[in-house]
């Protein structure tokens, strides 16, 4: 962010002497101006250099698109209703008129694999976001400020993260999940975000305010303050662009154990409800057809799996991008 | 020694503290939540009369602060309290979890050690081997087997080892005799499976990160043997760090066997805790809750204290 700012005069001008009409620039100029391009480098344009070279994380990263793509756009790409039973063709395999069979009441898998990457995708990714803005705003100013703040702030965190966050999940998810019966099944999709919002931020506030604790001290943000530059000026122009990439790692990891954990729920009879399609139950359901019709488990297991397995190596991806040292 | 033991005595209160916080959040989260726990254990049976009845049995026509009071007092006197779900009606719930208990640990302990007697010898070969082949094809693995999740593997090994070539029992726990062994051989790999990858993963990362110090490159520069610096050079200054991610993976070894437990249909903590959430079973839920943070707390605890005996810094 401290790069953009730099960049800005020279663009101004540039700007200035095009509708001045002096003219284009000279080869020598623009070779300059190429130069200059070049070397204008940031934490997070080396980072995603870095990102590029490695087709783990570029493969991961494609895949996550696409999984977003296809949940998006599922209404687009199904075949048949998710609802419907055709019961004339129950635990049907795979073939043409439906591509990945048919469940034990006749409703088409493929559409509903395709609709039940929805509820894993949307909670974990919402859940996800407020974690991160609860999880670093909390951390910063715990970090940042010190003393009393954070002492009150930790030590509610401890509580919270002392708390099995699995648990705490389950017991909400359980308790409360029968409250939010509304809205089509929508409802049980928001208890789920907020339960795991609530499990969430403990791990990323202890994480980040670390970071900020260490960060504090530097001379870069001494330097920013005896300059007199305000505390939100310091958090939001040094500490934060020095920290998004190793958040942003931690944040992958987070999606990886809400869809897990999502998945687990849906086990337990406590995720999404029926019609819903999700794929925790579609994979529960299927394995009670194992055996005679496989496609039933053997698509959202596949799903889920390369799901986590795209978000984890998103994650190993950045972190190798954003902290080259930690590589192993 | 008088620091260390000041630092023991925060800790410990601190420990105190959490546990009486976390006691106290699982009684308002079971409390406020809008069901209704003598409705569900009726059902069928329900009648205003016998609700009341039921109501006054387990103390639910009393007051919050009194109920409140009755539950922390009960955890001191470590009386967990009946169930109130229908299955298990009127049943303790400490004899629940006595039963429930030595099952878990049993399956967690066995797949820890599995995971750890395989984990650490796999990281440690492709940390020697670095960048080869060797290398590559075991991370390549351990990677698999620690991103796929236990509620895909597990349904495939019941039906690939299981049902099909009928190798292993598919599920079950424990039963005596040869069976019992056999019942437990599918679980405690499944629960292994994806702790062995994160252990020989870490294990080779540490141990790369040590044979980058300088002190192992004068080691071997003053002519020691290979095998010299690896086992008392290298080896030993992966065991800090070691401990900081095994500790967590005790702590958390019995939340984690609540999937292996469910599909392999095993009678411990999990499945009973799954159960009773799904009856609304307040005072169940309540000791299991508990118990389980309390397992965490106590284990953090310990590691800390291990930490502080080890490396001094820390006790400030």
Known sequence: ?328 | MTNMAAFAVRRFLAMVIVLYLIATLVFLIAHAAPVNPVYQALDQKYTPRAAAQLRHEFGLDQPLWRQYSNYIGGLLHGDLGKSESRSTLGESVSGMLKRGVPVTLKLGFMALMLALVVGLPVGLISAIKQNSIIDHGTQGLMIFVYAVPTFVLAPLAQLVIGAQLKWLPVTGWGDPGVLGYKEMIMPVCIYAAGLAGYFSKSFRSFLLEVLNQDYIRTARAKGLQERVVLYTHAIKNTLLPLASIVGPVVAYLITGAFITETLFSIPGVGNFTVESTVNSDYPVIEATVVLLAAFVVVVNFLTDIFYALVDPRVRL
């Not at chain 1, 419907?84 to 439906?98: K, R």
């Not at chain 1, 869809?259 to 794929?279: H, M, Q, R, W």
């Open chain 1, 1 to 328: 962010m401290a790069q953009r700012r730099e960049e800005l005069p020279s663009q101004s001008l540039r700007r200035a002497g095009q509708e001045a009409d002096l003219g284009a620039l000279t080869p020598a100029e623009e070779e300059a101006e190429q130069i200059a391009k070049t070397r204008i480098s940031s934490p997070g344009r080396d980072a995603w250099r870095r990102f590029r070279k490695n087709w783990a994380a570029m493969a991961a990263l494609v895949t996550v698109l696409i999984a977003f793509f296809v949940a998006i756009f599922a209404p687009f790409l199904h075949t048949t209703n998710t609802a419907t039973m055709d019961f004339l063709s129950l635990n049907q395999a795979p073939s043409g008129a439906h591509w990945f069979g048919t469940d034990n009441i006749g409703r088409d898998l493929y559409s509903r694999d395709l609709y039940g990457l929805r509820p894993p995708l949307l909670i974990s990714f919402i859940g996800t976001s407020i974690t991160v803005v609860l999880g670093t705003l909390i951390g910063l100013v715990a970090g940042y400020f010190g003393g009393m703040v954070d002492n009150i702030l930790a030590r509610v965190t401890d509580v919270m993260f002392a708390f099995p966050g699995f648990i705490l999940a389950l017991i909400l998810a359980s308790f409360y999940g029968s409250a939010f019966n509304f809205m089509g099944g929508a409802g049980q999709a928001l208890i789920l975000v907020i339960v795991f919002a609530i499990v969430g931020w403990p791990g990323l506030m202890r994480f980040v305010r670390s970071l900020s604790l260490s960060m504090r001290e530097q001379q870069f943000v001494e330097a920013a303050r005896t300059v007199g530059s305000s505390h939100w000026k310091i958090i939001s122009r040094h500490l934060l662009p020095n920290m998004w990439g190793l958040i942003l790692v931690q944040a992958s990891f987070a999606i990886v154990g809400f869809i897990y954990t999502e998945a687990i729920l849906s086990l337990f009879g406590l995720g999404v409800k029926e019609p819903n399609p999700d794929l925790g139950k579609l994979l529960i359901d299927g394995t009670a057809e194992m055996g005679f019709n496989d496609a039933a488990w053997v698509f959202p297991s596949l799903f889920l799996t390369i799901l986590i397995l795209a978000f984890t190596f998103l994650g190993d991806g950045i972190r190798d991008a954003v902290d080259p040292r930690s590589r192993g």
